[in-house]
């Protein structure tokens, strides 16, 4: 059998001082490593030298890290990946900062990514790389001689060509890509866009099988949604943290409907958005007043990046006129937390939640829009609220979906979720349930790394 050889750039594999797999991704790859006798290479987080790698082996799974110098982390972690993909990828161009240097500490990043992981590699290992991060990597490994299967996931959105062609290096970023085997979305939508950049600029062909060719080279391009661990979350769901979680926000709501939302404190996440929309409900149902609160959880991230800074200020403000113009003496209509849960007691506060309200403006996948869902009880489940431009709403069609532009729209979900029966909250559910426990993540990763596996060993 073939190893696995991921590649990210951090890895949450577990280790001994983290001895739990970090998340949905972590436990779907950490089991598919130990079965392949595979490594997960990556960032440490850690800044300095970049010298050899640290490898550790804990519970059957090796990691391998390396340090990276300040200048790297700045240009291609703080810069490239986060000032310039990101927001590009997101269709936010006006965020997007485009910097030479960012790019050229990109690419050095990945080299470095290529000299340091090249020599630890088997010639039948099958490679796996993840992310805006390290588009490049694939190549460089080519360049090294590596012959592999080598495949690439994208986790989020793929942009339209016309807003990627502000990318003074798109051409080359694309052509990277041409050096994978196997390129995955996470929905057709995405799939599509780089269908279209590939035909319009760059003169390629769409063949049989999900075949794309441009001049010699033919690749496959996949669209392969992630999943949650569905089966860990609902096992989450019954566990006597989330069961305490829930008693203590059922105490706390008395008998009022609890909306909640979950996201990274991100632009992307639509988080004002959300805000606004709920600001309208409470304008347009004065009579709701005192029935309904929202609960915002929302650790920071990427703090060191101005954009983020910007919209933590502006969601505070927000949050704090919102309280100001409908908070009573006995009823705050806000909850806005900055911090991390542990993953019961996330499904704890789902599992209370009358709706789940998720308005990314754009957004590769969306896992926590899985996650309500499967944390739901079956006999009486919540709604969700789930912006249209999520990748999830491919698959969560019973959602109620809301363009999340537009806060009329937010607040009539609201309101509709609010009234909506039992029988029909129970029929929206259902389908939905159905797919996160059969489209979860060990669906997804095996569907990526069979289609891997197909591609015939060079001779
Ligand atoms: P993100 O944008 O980071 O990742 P998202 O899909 O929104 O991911 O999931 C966030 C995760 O963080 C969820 O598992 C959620 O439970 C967790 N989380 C959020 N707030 C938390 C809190 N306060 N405490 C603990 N956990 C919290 C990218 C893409 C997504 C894509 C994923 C996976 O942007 O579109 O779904 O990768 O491919």
Known sequence: MSRLIVISNRVSAPTADQPGAQGGLAVALTAAL??????????????????????????????????????????????????????????????????????????????????????????DDLIWVHDYHMIPLGWVLRQRGLTNRIGFFLHIPWPPTRLLTALPEHRRLVEALFAYDVIGFQSDEWLETFHDYVISEMGGSIGKNEHITVGGRTIRAIACPIGIDAKEFVASAGSSQARTTHARMVESSIGRSLIVGVDR?????????????????????????????????????????????????????????????????????????????????????????????????????????????????PEDPGVLILSQFAGAAAQLGNALLVNPYSPDDIADAIERALAMSREERIARWRPMFENVRDEDVIWWRKRFTKALMAVPIPA
Do not use: C
Not at 361 to 366: A, E, I, Q, S, T
């Open 265 to 377: 404190l991100d632009y992307s996440k639509g988080l004002e958005e959300h805000f606004n929309g709920y600001q309208r409900y409470l304008e347009t149902h004065p009579d709701a007043h005192s029935n309904v609160y929202l609960l915002q959880i929302a650790p920071p991230s990427r703090a060191q990046v101005q954009s983020y800074q910007d919209i933590r200020a502006q969601l505070d403000a927000l949050s704090g006129r919102i309280n100001g113009a409908f908070a009573d003496i006995d009823w705050v209509p806000l909850r806005y937390v900055n911090q991390g849960f542990s993953r019961d007691m996330l499904a704890g506060v789902y599992r209370a939640a009358r709706i789940g309200l998720v308005t990314p403006l754009r957004d590769g996948m969306n896992l926590v829009a899985k996650e309500y869902v499967a944390a739901q009880d």
């Open 34 to 123: 130990r079965e392949a006798d595979g490594i997960w290479f990556g960032w440490s987080g850690d800044t300095g030298e970049t010298g050899e790698l640290k490898f550790e082996t804990y519970d059957g799974v090796t990691s391998a890290t390396i340090d990276l110098p300040e200048q790297d982390v700045e240009e291609y972690y703080d810069g490239y990946a986060n000032r310039t993909l990101w927001p590009l990828f997101h269709y936010r161009l006006g965020l997007t900062e485009f910097e030479r240097d960012f790019q050229g500490g990109y690419e050095r990043v990945n080299r470095v990514f290529g000299d340091v992981i090249g020599p630890h590699i088997q010639p």
